[in-house]
């Protein structure tokens, strides 16, 4: 694992976290909602950094 899915696994950690405390994701669906926000902030690194490296 590089170190951007390390960061992007942590901040989508924090986010599904906060969800739940919240009300807004609940343990059955889970990992449902975990992988579409880990993939969400994945792409959204590597867009970022690409465009920085331009």
């Known amino acids: 694992m590089d170190k951007l ?3 992007a696994l942590q ?3 924090e986010i599904v976290v906060k969800f739940i405390e919240v009300g807004r994701i609940s ?5 449902e909602n975990f992988a579409k926000i880990y993939n969400h ?9 690409e465009s920085k490296s331009e």
């Open 11 to 13: 901040v989508a950690k």
């Open 41 to 49: 902030i994945l792409e959204t690194i590597t867009k970022s950094c």
């Open 27 to 31: 343990p059955t669906n889970f990992q």
């Open 5 to 7: 899915q390390k960061q």
